[in-house]
């Protein structure tokens, strides 16, 4: 992990195209600005997590449900 300090109105950038500033520090909150491409998605971390869990869940085959779609098929899913 690449540490760095910055100050309120600084920068890091990150490749060509993705751009951080610090706007401000009230505390112990950074408030930053990113600017990237719009195919470039930002998320916080805690939003990435819930999208990444339930596209797995989304991806995951019930084989049960499997069964239940085709029920003439001869070779049996088994769970």
Same mark, same amino acid.
């Given at each position: 992990? !690449?540490?760095?300090t =910055?100050?309120v109105?600084? +920068?890091?950038?990150?490749g060509e195209e993705?751009?951080?500033v610090?706007l401000?520090? =009230?505390?112990k909150?950074?408030k !930053?600005?990113?600017?990237? $491409? +719009? /195919?470039? $998605?930002? /998320?916080?971390? &805690?939003?990435y997590?819930?999208i990444?869990e339930e596209n !797995? =869940?989304a #991806?995951?085959?019930? !084989? +049960?449900l #499997?069964n239940f779609l085709? $029920? &003439? =098929? *001869?070779e049996?899913? *088994?769970d």
């Amino acid at each position: 992990m !690449l540490v760095l300090t =910055r100050k309120v109105g600084e +920068s890091i950038a990150i490749g060509e195209e993705i751009k951080i500033v610090i706007l401000e520090v =009230r505390g112990k909150q950074v408030k !930053l600005g990113i600017e990237a $491409p +719009s /195919h470039v $998605p930002v /998320h916080r971390m &805690e939003v990435y997590q819930k999208i990444f869990e339930e596209n !797995l =869940r989304a #991806a995951t085959v019930d !084989l +049960s449900l #499997a069964n239940f779609l085709d $029920p &003439e =098929r *001869e070779e049996r899913i *088994e769970d």
